[in-house]
């Protein structure tokens, strides 16, 4: 598959959908259509213009993606039409960056520029020129107009760094009082490292050979015979050829009857004989871990990350209205879904 520089650059701040079909909903359009799409001017931002074709090609891996789940053609129109609107406002927000960046005198030296393209084409290429040329090549692209790419990358990436993340202000208390109020996020329940016999209760003309097969099972294990060995000759449960295990489990996401024995026994207990209305059941709890809460000190990064991200995305909308508000801005009405 060949390298897209349009996607590794241009579209490097455009959002991405989740990934998303039995039926074919992504058909090759048509060639007249393929030229609307691409000739068609989907917004006019100052005196910007961005194509159709320039939203497509940021749509391009939500497109597939959203046609790999969409159940109907109604609701991957209904999911690409959102996708395209998201793209196309993200593509708003960068021209008008674009346009602050030089409205306040913003310089980027060339050298700077020079230097992060070395870096990319060591870190993205292999340090390998040629890789850079043909992948430039497939897209049609010329080394002129990458470099104008990442220059603007750059630029929008330096003015988000100024306007935004320097305006973030997350500090100790912060982190605690979330840490405090979403304490239930953190909390670590108690867990059984469980193992099982089970005996299926039907037909029920052996209901009671299974029974006495049950309690002659569990007195055996008493007296000391392998509950694993036992397990993987007799149990009729899922867990059979592993012995029965069934791992580290919540107790709550048992069956009633099964919970309440796990929570009473201590570790390294066997269970009676448990009667459910389809199975026998004895139980092995090998091993138990009492709930708690998980330190702060361990989730304190993790939360100072997340508060800086939602404070991040806040400013940042804040700043891109305000400058909507000073722009000259004209979304046409394109029916590509």
Do not use: C
């Amino acid at each position: 598959m060949r390298t897209s520089i349009a996607f590794l650059f241009i579209l490097a701040l455009l959002l991405q959908a989740a990934p998303a079909p039995a039926e074919d909903l992504n058909p090759k359009p048509k060639a007249q259509d393929d030229l609307r799409l691409v000739d068609g001017v989907a917004a006019q931002v100052n005196n910007h213009a961005i194509t159709v074709g320039e939203v497509m090609q940021a749509v391009s891996p939500a497109r597939q993606r959203i046609a790999a789940t969409s159940k109907t053609k109604q609701e991957f129109s209904e999911r690409m039409k959102t996708e395209f609107n998201a793209a196309l406002n993200a593509l708003i927000d960068r021209k008008l960056i674009l346009d602050a960046f030089k409205s306040e005198d913003g310089q980027l030296p060339d050298w700077a520029v020079q230097r992060r393209q070395e870096e990319i084409i060591r870190e993205q290429f292999g340090d390998d020129f040629s890789r850079l040329q043909t992948a430039l090549q497939n897209d049609d692209m010329t080394m002129e107009q990458w470099s104008d790419v990442v220059r603007e990358r750059m630029i929008v990436q330096s003015m988000r760094s100024a306007k935004v993340n320097s305006a973030v202000r997350i500090n100790t208390l912060d982190v605690r009082r979330h840490y405090d109020t979403h304490i239930e996020k953190y909390r670590i329940p108690s867990r059984v490292r469980l193992r099982m016999i089970v005996l299926n209760k039907h037909p029920k003309e052996q209901l009671t050979k299974k029974r006495a097969l049950a309690q002659s099972v569990q007195t055996r294990i008493m007296k000391g015979q392998s509950f694993e060995t036992l397990a993987r000759e007799i149990s009729e449960g899922d867990a059979a050829d592993k012995g029965g295990d069934w791992g580290w489990l919540n107790p709550a996401e048992l069956r009633p009857e099964l919970a309440h024995v796990a929570t009473k026994l201590p570790a390294r207990s066997i269970s009676e004989v448990i009667e459910t209305d389809d199975d026998l059941y004895i139980l092995y709890v090998e091993k138990k871990q009492k709930g708690g809460v998980t330190p702060f000190e361990e989730v304190a990064r993790s939360i100072e990350r997340q508060l800086r991200s939602k404070q991040g995305e806040r400013i940042y909308s804040t700043w891109t209205k305000s400058l909507r508000k000073n722009a000259f801005i004209k979304i046409f009405d394109i029916q590509a879904f």
